[in-house]
């Protein structure tokens, strides 16, 4: 028997680490320039809080979810309703009147796996609680497309407003007469969603639903002057911070917990799995979950599967390269045992360092300092060890220095200076080093 991974659930190896790695340390550099902190929940809840929050007749609650039955517990399949259950559960409206924090984790729905499509996921997610300023809907916004600008990729922005528990029954009784007229040719999905969830309808993605409604009504003509009022402020706000967006009256989003504000970047480039990041305002949630009143919401999450797979398609990508500082290589015993002894010296001072524990011939060794994307080597061989010194490599620019070697007072930082070329070079722990990209 062959054991595999799950199918749906994916293993990340290296390689193909590094471009997750960078991509959530820019997303933790942009968090915090907007002054996010970062917040770490349990994978497992009650299944209750996803019951309550995202809506029994989503399909996320009703086909998606992975339940440990028998023990009422979920893996969560989305991050906002525990960070919800956490902020309740903490106090931690009062620490902070407004609180601004995000999270990154893996999340796990039961879906058809395709590319960008996944079981098992991931995602940065981030929320604003404790006000309902149309500004922080746009700020929200702009830090997303931001994001997405960094990395170089072009999305569209796509905005609607679900208006509120006032306006949103009464659009959704003319919605459902309006589905009523064409109730045959709907989808079997979306026979069953008029009934229970019509908003749904105006989503679908089978065809011939999208085309029965195109001329459905528009929930954007249906808010109630509080609501309209909000919209246009979310959207005078994104004009003034020149983020660009188009109105979209079909979108509904997954989750029943939405009001006003929602929004979604797509892309061009994925196929079907258009969506790379999606949120939007949930104004009663927190006082649903049994939290304080008067404590409105809104958040975005954004799927690093379809980051990648869109960073993996771009030709000028600029991912730094994660390679070794110095690559160690010892020939014969006594090279290598002093080899042993350096690299652990060079360890404690802060700097990447490695060599080959099996003592391969000295070709094996260059391959494996090459590989490794070390910016140096340091040869010790057995001649050199007699005359007491060292050859050091710069391995891109390939010039080579000879520095007298003394074990007990190995000093480095002279020559690593030295041999970087000072273009396009860091500083680590002081010494600078060569930046490579790939
Ligand atoms: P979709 O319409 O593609 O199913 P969604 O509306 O279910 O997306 P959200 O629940 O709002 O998505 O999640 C936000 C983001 O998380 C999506 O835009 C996407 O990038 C990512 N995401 C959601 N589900 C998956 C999944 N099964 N595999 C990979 N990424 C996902
Ligand atoms: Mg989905």
């Keep these: 028997m062959k054991l595999k991974a799950l199918n749906g659930f994916k293993d990340i190896i290296p390689g193909e680490v590094e471009i997750w790695r960078h991509v959530e340390s820019v997303a933790r550099a942009l968090f915090q320039r907007f002054h996010f902190s970062e917040i770490r929940m349990p994978i497992l809840e009650k299944t209750e809080l996803f019951a309550r929050s995202i809506g029994e007749t989503t399909d996320i609650v009703e086909k998606e979810m992975y339940t440990f039955v028998d023990k009422q517990i979920t893996m969560r399949p ?13 106090g931690l409206h009062v620490a902070k009147p407004v609180q601004r924090l995000f999270t990154i984790g893996p999340m796990f729905r039961h879906e058809r796996p395709q590319k960008g499509r996944l079981r098992q996921f991931h995602q940065m997610d981030v929320e604003v609680l404790g ?37 949103r ?27 229970t969830n019509p908003l749904r309808v105006l989503d679908c993605k089978n065809p011939k639903c999208h085309e029965q409604v195109q001329e459905a009504p528009s929930i954007q003509e249906h808010l109630c002057t509080a609501c309209s009022d909000h919209f246009e402020k979310v959207q005078a706000a994104l004009q003034q911070l020149d983020v660009s967006y188009k109105l979209n009256k079909f979108m509904v989003r997954g989750l029943d917990y939405y009001t006003r504000t929602t929004f979604e970047f797509i892309t061009g480039d994925l196929g079907s799995q258009a969506a790379i990041g999606a949120g939007g305002r949930y104004d009663g949630l927190v006082e649903q979950l049994g939290g304080p009143k008067n404590k409105p919401g809104i958040g975005f999450a954004m799927g690093f599967e379809r980051l990648v797979l869109l960073l993996q398609q771009q030709t000028d990508r600029k991912i730094p390269k994660e390679g070794l500082d110095i690559f160690v290589i010892g020939l014969g015993d006594k090279a290598s045992e002093l080899a042993y002894s350096l690299v652990h010296d060079l360890r404690k001072n802060g700097l990447k360092a490695a060599m080959d524990i099996e003592m391969r011939s000295l070709k094996s060794q260059m391959k494996q300092a090459n590989k490794s994307n070390a910016s140096f080597s340091f040869i010790l061989g057995e001649d050199e060890l007699k005359k007491g010194i060292g050859v050091l490599r710069n391995m891109e620019s390939q010039e080579q220095e000879e520095i007298a070697f003394d074990l007990s007072q190995i000093n480095l930082d002279a020559l690593l200076n030295r041999l970087t070329d000072t273009k396009d070079s860091y500083f680590l722990h002081g010494k600078r080093c060569n930046k490579k990209m790939i």
Excluded at 81 to 88: D, G, K, M, T, V
Excluded at 147 to 161: C, D, I, M, T
């Design 169 to 195: 029954p009464v659009f959704r009784k003319e919605l459902l007469r309006f589905l009523e007229e064409r109730f045959d040719l709907l989808c079997d999905d979306c026979k069953r969603r008029s009934a």
């Design 78 to 90: 989305e991050a906002t309703a525990s960070l919800l259950r956490a902020y309740i559960q903490h």
């Design 131 to 167: 006000t309902d300023n149309p500004r922080v809907d746009a700020e929200l916004m702009a830090m997303g497309a931001l994001f997405l600008e960094e990395f170089g990729l072009s999305a569209s922005l796509e905005v609607n407003s679900l208006g509120c528990p006032e306006c």
